[in-house]
């Protein structure tokens, strides 16, 4: 089963990506992967604004927490270094 995930998003000036992606668990962790990857090619600041699956549910603010958590994650494996 593929999902159709809709990501819109400012840097320079307001723009969207659209792509389908096969559905392994929750549509929520696949777009925030979607989300990472555009921010990895776009190679500056980009702020999201919505999230939208399949044309009509919109999970913006669930891929904010996971984008939250994660990011919390990575800054408490920060306290452990040698220096």
Request: no cysteine.
């Amino acid at each position: 089963m593929n999902v159709t995930i809709e990501i819109h998003y400012k840097a320079n000036s307001r723009a969207y990506q659209k792509g389908s992606f096969p559905l392994r668990g929750k549509p929520e962790y696949v777009a925030l992967e979607f989300w990472k990857q555009i921010k990895k090619d776009m190679g500056y600041f980009a702020e999201l604004e919505k999230v939208i699956v399949d044309g009509n549910n919109d999970i913006t603010n669930s891929v904010i927490d996971l984008e939250e958590v994660e990011r919390k994650k990575s800054d408490d494996n920060m306290d452990y270094l040698p220096f």
